[in-house]
């Protein structure tokens, strides 16, 4: 059962911020105010479905005692018992403490791990499968920084995924992706093993966290290119190293202002994101058994080219859809990483 004078508090909460935003709330509290309307709505929905079949059951059951309504009471007492386990389960996911991160755009960060050219190409084909993702959720993918490779791979790559849920989707990305598969550049036919590494973290603002401008080094520098016409002949590349923690972060796009907006906007996410990593641990000695644990050195999956294969490893999932997943598909193994994070939670807090 789900507790009843839980439920009861968060209706009243809810009545008390529909009545105060109906009554015009202060300018300072209205975002506050309706932000945690908006994310109460549906738990109040769930909630009046839960009363309403919680008092039909025990309508139908009173019925049962009336010889001429029985046989009606009799139809509707397996229905109703049947559906209220479901509707239970539902709440209870819904109580479940939030990430107060979901909500927030996401920084994307890709970079080739062991492979060479092999590896850079696998992070490029990353990078496309996330940006057909994004664009398949309808939310908008911007490229903050990309330094190609030679053979048309990458180096590295920095993207603001904006959206909602984009982050609290995103987030079990993080870790090492493994590709086997014959690469591009190998004569023989032979299967190799590369990887990615990809970090999924939470855009941060100023208000946030504050940065001393003494705990920063600004450093300009001349943008590599292509070559040619190409070379960018001005010191507008910027890279920002944050002392106390040695985090060091580069743009170079043309801009040397805009460069540091995006310098500056990676770091407070990094900064933010190495936060939440310490409360959370903090918080869970298990945290490393969840899927959204962010952990960037584990190998979280691995595509297999040959076999048209996909598995995750955290939830021992495979899928032989690869070139769907691979086109920006991903809506299967996502939903089915949030489950089992869920369920893991779930249990946590039940314990």
């Known amino acids: 059962m789900v507790p009843m004078d839980r439920l009861l508090q968060i209706v009243r909460r809810f009545e008390?911020?529909?009545?105060?935003?109906?009554?015009?709330?202060?300018?300072?509290?209205?975002?506050?105010?309706?932000?945690?309307?908006?994310?109460?709505k549906p738990v109040v929905a769930e909630i009046s479905a839960y009363r309403t079949?919680?008092?039909?059951?025990?309508?139908?059951?009173?019925?049962?005692?009336?010889?001429?309504?029985?046989a009606l009471a009799e139809d509707e007492i397996p229905a109703l018992r049947a559906r209220i386990p479901g509707m239970e389960q539902a709440l209870r996911l819904a109580l479940l403490p939030k990430d107060a991160a979901d909500a927030r755009p996401a920084i994307l960060e890709i970079r080739p791990g062991t492979g060479g050219?092999?590896?850079?190409?696998?992070?490029?084909?990353?990078?496309?499968?996330?940006?057909?993702?994004?664009?398949g959720q309808g939310w908008r993918f911007e490229l903050l920084d990309l330094a190609p490779s030679e053979l048309g791979g990458i180096r590295e790559a920095t993207a603001r995924v904006e959206g909602e849920g984009a982050f609290a989707r995103l987030k079990y990305e993080s870790g090492v992706h493994r590709v086997?598969?014959?690469?591009?550049t190998e004569a023989q036919g032979r299967i190799h093993t590369s990887a990615a590494t990809v970090a999924v973290l939470p855009e941060a603002e100023e208000v946030d966290l504050e940065i001393p401008a003494s705990d920063i080094r600004i450093d300009t520098m001349r943008s590599s290119g292509a070559g040619g016409q190409h070379v960018n002949t001005t010191d507008s590349a910027v890279r920002?190293?944050?002392?106390?923690?040695?985090i060091i972060v580069t743009s170079?796009?043309?801009?040397?202002?805009r460069n540091r907006e995006i310098a500056m906007q990676?770091?407070?996410?990094?900064?933010?994101?190495?936060?939440?990593?310490?409360?959370?641990?903090a918080r869970s000695a298990d945290r490393k058994a969840q899927v959204g644990s962010g952990d960037r050195s584990e190998r979280i999956r691995?595509?297999?080219?040959?076999?048209?294969?996909?598995?995750?490893h955290r939830i021992n999932l495979t899928l032989y859809a690869l070139p769907q997943i691979m086109a920006g598909e991903l809506a299967e193994v996502i939903s089915a990483l949030t489950a089992h994070d869920q369920a893991a939670r779930l249990a946590e807090m039940e314990a």
């Open 53 to 70: 079949a919680l008092e039909d059951l025990a309508e139908a059951e009173a019925m049962l005692a009336d010889p001429e309504m029985r």
């Open 117 to 135: 050219e092999e590896a850079a190409l696998f992070a490029g084909d990353l990078l496309r499968m996330y940006q057909r993702y994004a664009e």
């Open 240 to 246: 920002i190293t944050h002392l106390p923690t040695g």
């Open 180 to 184: 086997q598969r014959v690469p591009e």
């Open 252 to 257: 170079s796009e043309k801009s040397q202002h």
């Open 302 to 312: 691995t595509y297999n080219f040959p076999q048209g294969r996909m598995t995750d």
């Open 266 to 281: 990676v770091l407070r996410a990094r900064l933010y994101d190495l936060e939440r990593q310490r409360l959370a641990e």
């Open 16 to 40: 008390f911020l529909e009545a105060r935003l109906s009554a015009g709330a202060a300018p300072a509290e209205i975002a506050a105010l309706s932000r945690e309307y908006a994310e109460l």
